[in-house]
């Protein structure tokens, strides 16, 4: 199965220019400009368009009012490459080859860059880019756009910033004899989260499986900072559209590449970790300020950005374009979305598969004998999880619903079923209620024909990566 499927892989060819060509040239009045602003581990309800109350995003606000909002809208993984790769690709982890964590996409496999540079466009990166390689990925890279924090500029690591203003400069000169395809990648909101808080720890809110503690109320007031600094650069790059006089012709998307790194989030596939952020703006081409409940893939944004830019869509994607649904022709555009995690290093050893429908969710781990670790209780280098992990183990000690919540965190079942629309958060796991066995059943088939088709033939963790 996995030689056949390795065989449907869209690779490069000559004949590839003709087919995204073909439409282009009918389209009068040019093709748009695109912008995709991708934010790093932004949990989807911690901004003010899809429903927070706590968090400043008021840039994202006033996208939101002049873009379509989708709803629902799911990551291929929760984890920051393969998920990218995703959205790059149009491919899902198992068939462009990026399943790991810090790992890399197939040779001859084609993103972005290649589509759009056979339509024409000038294409580049800013930013985060944390793909490869770059034969897959030939981007122009806007130079000076990933920086260290101040004061981290000799051992960065995880400090560090996008900085805007190349990603201005490069704008100033675009546009000029061809259309372009720009990512900008922030780093915000990933940890490490800035150290000064611009919100009370008082008023933060915590999610119902969190364990509500002093010390995770002041990670979240810091998480909250991180979001409203990466709010701040969307409106930077908003402007530069407007300064330029590039925004009327130019679609701009934001989205987020999974959810954020907080237990229950970012390395599952509960909701948490896979549902993003999807506001797309066209002036002129679609009615603003309109929120659809349409189930949609990141993997689908590349079909459906190549049919906006008047190009036919590549065969053998897993994406499938949503142009009609984004044009307000179609109300539905899937009825499952699917989600892969294999893991990240030495510590996230358990794989896990999920397919949802716009209300149930089937979860598979691979490997449930494994206890559950991630960096978030492990790392002892950088904050993400050691700055409040330990008061969850210490209140568990005494506190039952704590204690209930950590032992959720370490140890999971072979299955999981939730009902969406009764139990958002995914806290009451189904799968023994006879009452809906016979949903059950469907999915747990079609999620096995699924990875079928991808090649997808795990059957617990990759071998561990040396201990660095």
């Not at 690709?89 to 399943?99: E, K, Q, S, V």
């Not at 998307?253 to 970012?266: E, H, L, N, V, Y």
Request: hydrophobic residues 35%; charged residues 20%; aromatic residues 8%.
């Amino acid at each position: 199965m996995a030689a056949t499927t390795l065989l449907l892989i869209p690779l490069w060819s000559a004949a590839d220019s003709t087919r995204l060509s073909a439409r282009t040239a009918q389209r009068p009045g040019g093709r748009p400009n695109v912008v995709l602003f991708v934010a790093d581990d932004l949990g989807v309800t911690d901004t003010g368009p899809y429903g927070s109350k706590d968090v400043r995003t008021p840039n994202l606000d006033r996208l939101a009012a002049q873009a379509v909002r989708f709803d629902r809208a799911f990551a291929g993984s929760p984890t920051c490459v393969p998920s990218r790769a995703v959205l790059y690709t149009g491919l899902m982890p198992f068939r462009n080859g990026a399943h790991p964590n810090h790992s890399q996409c197939r040779e001859g496999v084609k993103s972005l860059a290649h589509y759009f540079q056979q339509l024409g466009y000038a294409t580049a990166q800013a930013g985060k880019r944390h793909f490869n390689p770059a034969s897959v990925f030939p981007f122009e890279i806007i130079k000076g756009s990933e920086v260290p924090e101040p004061g981290f500029e000799s051992q960065p690591a995880l400090r560090v910033d996008l900085n805007t203003a190349p990603v201005d400069q490069w704008l100033a000169s675009a546009g000029k004899g061809k259309p372009f395809f720009l990512i900008v990648a922030d780093h915000s909101p990933h940890v490490v989260w800035p150290d000064k808080a611009e919100y009370q720890p008082e008023d933060v809110e915590i999610p119902p499986n969190h364990v509500d503690t002093p010390e995770t109320r002041a990670a979240r007031a810091r998480y909250y900072t991180d979001i409203t600094k990466m709010d701040r650069n969307v409106g930077q790059v908003l402007a530069s559209l407007g300064k330029n006089g590039l925004a009327e012709n130019t679609i701009f998307i934001f989205t987020s590449d999974q959810g954020a790194q907080w237990p229950f989030a970012k390395w599952t596939v509960y909701d948490a970790g896979i549902r993003v952020p999807l506001l797309i703006r066209w002036p002129g081409a679609i009615k603003p300020g309109r929120v659809t409940g349409a189930l949609v893939s990141l993997a689908d944004l590349v079909p459906t950005l190549i049919e906006a830019a008047g190009g036919n869509t590549p065969e053998g994607l897993d994406g499938q374009s949503f142009l009609k649904v984004l044009r307000g022709q179609a109300q539905s555009h899937r009825e499952y979305v699917f989600a892969t995690h294999t893991g990240d290093g030495q510590w996230n050893r358990n794989p896990a598969r999920c397919i949802r429908t716009g209300r149930y969710k089937l979860v598979l781990n691979l490997a449930p004998e494994i206890t559950y670790t991630t960096h978030m209780d492990l790392a002892k280098d950088h904050d993400g999880g050691r700055e409040y992990w330990p008061s969850w183990e210490a209140r568990a000690k005494t506190d039952r619903r704590a204690a209930a919540v950590v032992d959720r965190y370490r140890n999971h079942l072979p299955e999981e079923f939730y009902d969406l629309e009764t139990d958002p958060s995914e806290i009451h796991n189904l799968i023994g209620d006879q009452k809906h066995a016979g949903t059950i059943a469907d999915l747990r088939a079609r999620l096995t024909a699924w990875r079928q088709q991808q090649g997808d033939d795990k059957t617990g963790p990759d071998p561990a990566p040396p201990a660095k």
